[in-house]
C-alpha cells in the first residue's frame, strides 16, 4: 500500500487542522490505517487509528476528544481532524497501514508497520 499525507500546517493554539492520507496500490479491506506523530529527539507515538472495513476507531488518551479519525471508501482516504489544537500537538504527523486491529495499531512495533506516508509538519503557536 502507498500512502501520501497531506494538510499540514501552521495554526494558532485552539484552531483546527485536518490531515488527509491517500492510499493506493492495493485494496483496503483487512487493513487498519493509524496516524502517528513524532518530535525531534521522541520515538514515533500512536495518535489514532481506523480499521477499513467497519471504522472501529482507537485514539491516544492525549488527543481522545477533539481528535477525529474518519475515512472515505470510495476515494481510499483517510481523515485526521484536529480541534482544540495545543502546542504540544506540534509534530510530524505519519499515516500508517497495517493488517492489524485498531487496540494491536494503538501499541505496535514500529518497525511491524507495513506501509507509512511520508509525513506532514503540524505546528501550532501558543
Known amino acids: 500500500v502507498q500512502l501520501q499525507a497531506s494538510g499540514g500546517g501552521l495554526v494558532q493554539a485552539g484552531g483546527s487542522l485536518r490531515l488527509s492520507c491517500a492510499a493506493s496500490g492495493r485494496t483496503l479491506s483487512g487493513y487498519c490505517m493509524g496516524w502517528f506523530r513524532q518530535t525531534p529527539g521522541k520515538e514515533r507515538e500512536f495518535v489514532a487509528a481506523?480499521?477499513?472495513?467497519?471504522?472501529?476507531?482507537l485514539y491516544a488518551d492525549s488527543v481522545k476528544g477533539r481528535f477525529t479519525i474518519s475515512r472515505d471508501n470510495d476515494k481510499d482516504t483517510v481523515y485526521l481532524q484536529m480541534n482544540s489544537l495545543k502546542p504540544e500537538d506540534t509534530a510530524v504527523y505519519y499515516c500508517?497501514?497495517?493488517?492489524?486491529?485498531?487496540?494491536?495499531?494503538?501499541?505496535?512495533?514500529?518497525?511491524?508497520?507495513?506501509?507509512w506516508g511520508q509525513g506532514t509538519q503540524v505546528t501550532v503557536s501558543s
Open positions: 500508517a497501514a497495517e493488517r492489524t486491529s485498531v487496540q494491536a495499531m494503538g501499541v505496535i512495533y514500529l518497525p511491524f508497520v507495513e506501509s
Open positions: 481506523i480499521t477499513w472495513s467497519d471504522g472501529e476507531t
